[in-house]
């Protein structure tokens, strides 16, 4: 294949006041949820040192398969670890993991994150659903969302 064709439409949308825009710079730190809960609130992710550079965090979360009520318990435990402390605003990816009976993704994610009263930016490219736009940890960034465009620059520094 010498193309990559994407045939989903993306859309970032603000999922803690919905049609509201955003403008935020901070270091990015995130990834996998399955993956960082086992790493939160031990010494093999130090998200306060990172804080304690002085800048705030910009956190990126995602789903690779768990269901949604797998995915909020998650979130709830990595909150009450202090994975979220310093987030500045939180993205979460779009995902192909299975909503629950009576719980979407997206609704697992605002039970979990809205208590932290920090911007929430859903849908955002990156993870396990094309086109797997990577964000590097420890980057510095700035995310601007508004109706007209979303974007994230990133400054390895």
């Known amino acids: 294949m010498s193309e990559y064709e994407l045939d989903v439409a993306s859309r970032w949308e603000r999922w803690d006041v919905p049609g509201e825009g955003l403008r ?27 804080a ?11 789903a690779a398969g768990d269901d949604a009520a797998t995915i ?23 995902t192909f993991a299975p909503d629950a ?23 955002v490219d990156c993870g396990h659903w094309a086109p797997y736009m990577p964000l590097v940890n420890g980057a510095l960034c700035r995310v601007e969302h508004g109706p007209e465009s979303s974007r994230i620059t990133q400054t390895l520094a």
């Open 24 to 50: 935020v710079e901070g270091r990015l730190i995130g990834g996998c949820i399955e993956t960082l809960v086992n790493l939160a609130g031990t010494p093999f992710l130090p998200v306060d040192a990172l």
């Open 52 to 62: 304690a550079a002085g800048e705030p965090l910009v956190v990126f979360v995602e």
């Open 72 to 94: 909020c318990r998650n979130l709830h435990g990595m909150r009450l670890a202090g994975f979220f402390d310093d987030a500045a605003a939180i993205l979460v990816g779009r």
């Open 101 to 123: 009976p009576t719980l979407t993704q997206r609704e697992a994610v605002l039970d979990a994150l809205s208590p932290l009263g920090v911007p929430i930016l859903g849908g």
